[in-house]
C-alpha cells in the first residue's frame, strides 16, 4: 500500500514502494512530493501553474539553474532520488498535519507560516539578478508578494526577522539593480581620476603632480624652482579628485547611482533602500498555521498609535490630576470604560476582515471623541477614556452615539459597553496603579 504520492518527469527512475508515481496533476490526488524536469524553463512553469499542493517537497538535479527546491540531487540516480524522497516523506508528515485555511483570504500567509514550520528552518532571500528587487524567496515563489506577506507576519509577531541584507533602490523606477559609479559633483561625468598633490615647502605651493611635471623634473609652477629632495624640497600629503570632463576639483568624488532598468541616476546620499531579512517561525505562528487560522488583531496596537494614548501608569497620573482639579476648583471631568468581547470571541463571529472593519469603526470613533487634552489606556480589556472639561450628564449621549454607530455600520451594538466611573471606582482604579507601582 502506497503512503505518499510524488508527481514526477516520465524519465524518471522507478520510485521506492511506497511512493506512488504519477506524471501529471490529477484531481483529488495529494502530491506529497515533486520532482522538476531538468529543463529550467519548464520548471519554473511548473512551479508558477500552482496545479500541486505550494507546500510539497521540491527536488531539482544539481546543476540546471532551478532555485528553491528543497532538495538537489542527480534525479536520474534511482538511489539519490530515494534519498531525497525519505526526507520529503518527513515533511509530508508534518504538511498533512496542518489544518486548512478557515478563510480563503488567509491562504497565503498561513501558507508561508506552513513552509517554515514544515522545514523547520530559517528562511533567507537569495540573490536574483533576473529580479529588480534583486533579492527574492524562491521557497515561496508560489506566493504573488512573499516578502510583503513575511513582514506582516513579523508585524503580528508570528515571524522573528533578522537583518540579511540592504539594497539601495532607483528613485525613479524602484529597481535595486543599481550600478554605484564616482562621478564629478559638478557635472555628474564619470570621468574623474585621482591626482597626487605636491607641497612645495619654500612657497608653499600646492597643486596636482601633472602641474609640477617638466618631463622627468619637478619645477614649482609659482616659483619655477626646481624640487629636488622628498622630504626636504617638497612632500606629498595626499591625493585629489580632478574632472578630466570639465576640470572641477575636489577633496572626493560624488556616488551615484545609475539604474540598470531604467537609465535613471539618482545620488547614493538621496538614495532610498531596502532592508532585506530571514524569518524564523515564533510559537505563535506555529500555532495559527497548524490550526488553519490566524491570531485575531489586537485593538490596542491599534490605539497605541493615538498622541492621546497612556500607558496605565501615565493614565492614573493624569487621571488623579484631573481629581484634585475637581476637589479643588470644581471643575467636571469623566473617566468611562468601554469593554469590547474579547479578540478570539469576535474573530469567531465574525471572521477576519469583518474583525478588522470593527476595529477600523472602533478607532475612527474614538478619534472624532477625543480632543488633544483627553487621554486613552486600555487595561484588563477595557478602553479607558479621561475626558477633563466634560460633564458627565453628557456620558449617556456619548454611549448612545457609540452604540448607534456600531450598530448602524456593523449591526452589533451589543458587542460593547461602556460605563462611567464613579468617584469610589475612580479611587479604586488609583489605589491599583500605586500598588502595582
Not at 285 to 301: F, I, K, W
Not at 398 to 416: D, F
Request: with cysteine; charged share 25%; hydrophobic share 40%.
Amino acid at each position: 500500500m502506497t503512503a505518499h504520492t510524488a508527481l514526477v518527469p516520465p524519465t524518471s527512475p522507478p520510485l521506492p514502494a511506497d511512493w506512488a508515481r504519477i506524471e501529471q496533476t490529477e484531481a483529488g490526488v495529494r502530491v506529497d512530493a515533486v520532482v522538476l524536469p531538468d529543463d529550467a524553463a519548464q520548471a519554473r512553469a511548473l512551479r508558477r501553474q500552482g496545479t500541486f499542493n505550494p507546500l510539497a517537497y521540491v527536488i531539482a538535479r544539481s546543476g540546471v539553474g532551478i532555485r528553491g527546491a528543497d532538495r538537489y540531487c542527480d534525479t536520474s540516480d534511482r538511489e539519490e532520488l530515494a534519498l531525497a524522497l525519505e526526507a520529503a516523506r518527513v515533511v509530508a508528515g508534518r504538511v498533512r498535519a496542518l489544518a486548512s485555511a478557515r478563510d480563503a483570504r488567509e491562504r497565503d500567509a498561513l501558507l508561508a507560516l506552513g513552509y517554515l514550520h514544515t522545514r523547520d528552518t530559517e528562511l533567507s532571500p537569495c540573490v536574483n539578478a533576473d529580479a529588480s528587487d534583486f533579492f527574492d524567496y524562491p521557497q515561496l515563489a508560489f506566493l504573488p508578494q512573499p516578502r510583503q506577506t513575511l513582514e506582516r507576519l513579523a508585524a503580528a509577531r508570528l515571524l522573528t526577522r533578522r537583518f540579511h541584507e540592504r539594497t539601495h533602490v532607483c528613485r525613479d523606477c524602484g529597481s535595486a539593480r543599481v550600478h554605484a559609479r564616482e562621478v564629478c559633483a559638478q557635472c555628474r561625468s564619470a570621468h574623474v581620476s585621482d591626482k597626487q598633490v605636491i607641497h612645495h615647502y619654500r612657497c608653499g605651493t600646492q597643486r596636482p603632480k601633472a602641474d609640477f611635471l617638466q618631463g622627468t623634473t619637478l619645477v614649482c609652477p609659482k616659483c619655477d624652482r626646481e624640487l629636488r629632495h622628498f622630504g626636504v624640497d617638497y612632500d606629498a600629503p595626499g591625493v585629489i579628485v580632478q574632472c578630466d570632463a570639465c576640470g572641477e576639483v575636489a577633496t572626493e568624488p560624488a556616488v551615484e547611482l545609475l539604474c540598470g532598468d531604467c537609465g535613471g541616476r539618482t545620488g547614493a546620499d538621496t538614495a532610498d533602500h531596502v532592508d532585506w531579512h530571514a524569518y524564523t517561525l515564533t510559537e505563535a505562528g506555529r500555532v495559527a498555521c497548524v490550526t488553519g487560522r490566524m491570531p485575531a488583531e489586537r485593538l490596542q496596537d491599534r490605539l497605541m498609535a493615538f498622541d492621546t494614548w497612556r500607558s496605565p501608569e501615565s493614565f492614573a497620573v493624569v487621571t488623579d490630576y484631573c481629581v484634585k482639579l475637581g476637589e479643588r476648583y470644581a471643575r467636571h471631568f469623566v473617566v468611562m470604560a468601554l469593554r469590547i468581547a474579547d479578540d478570539q470571541a469576535l474573530y469567531d463571529k465574525l471572521g477576519p476582515q469583518a474583525l478588522h472593519k470593527y476595529y477600523d469603526l472602533v478607532v475612527d470613533l474614538l478619534a472624532q471623541l477625543l480632543r488633544k487634552t483627553d487621554s486613552v489606556s486600555m487595561i484588563d480589556d477595557e478602553i479607558l477614556l479621561c475626558l477633563p472639561e466634560t460633564d458627565p450628564a453628557s456620558f449617556a449621549a456619548i454611549e448612545a452615539r457609540i452604540r448607534g454607530q456600531m450598530s448602524q455600520v456593523l449591526g452589533i451594538g451589543e458587542y460593547i459597553e461602556a460605563r462611567l466611573l464613579d468617584a469610589e471606582q475612580i479611587a479604586a482604579f488609583l489605589a491599583r496603579m500605586n500598588a502595582d507601582a
